[in-house]
């Protein structure tokens, strides 16, 4: 079983910054794509960051500049250090993984439990 364990959530002012960690642990072969994801209240879940395997990372134009996702293999473990932050990045972040579980198996999904971020204006 994989898990994924976010962490680094809380309440800050407009303009502030947060550091999100997502640790997986479990048994598995390989991390491929990781990823954040953010669901506002009453909003769908919606992409926020990935980084391949290799460290290419892609945002969402409504983070770019401001946030950065980073990746330490050694630990299995992926970063999100979000600047400036705005109120309408309050939500519920989210961290995606897709894990080889097995040699020769396809990727699996896996998802953590989510952290709250909330941004006070």
């Known amino acids: 079983q994989v898990q994924l364990e976010e962490s680094g959530g809380g309440l800050v002012q407009a303009g502030g910054s947060l550091r999100l960690s997502c640790a997986a642990s479990g048994s598995f072969i390989s991390i491929n794509k990781m990823a954040w994801y953010r669901q506002a209240p009453g909003k769908q879940r919606e992409l926020v960051a990935t980084s391949t395997s290799g460290g290419t990372t892609n945002y969402a134009d409504s983070v770019k500049g401001r946030f950065t996702m980073s990746r330490d293999n050694a630990k299995n473990t992926v970063y999100l250090q979000m600047n400036s932050l705005k109120p309408e990045d309050t939500g519920v972040y989210y961290c995606?993984?897709?894990?080889?579980?097995?040699?020769?198996?396809?990727?699996?999904?896996?998802w953590g439990q989510g952290t709250q971020v909330t941004v006070s204006s």
């Open positions: 995606y993984a897709d894990v080889v579980i097995r040699t020769y198996y396809y990727p699996r999904a896996y």
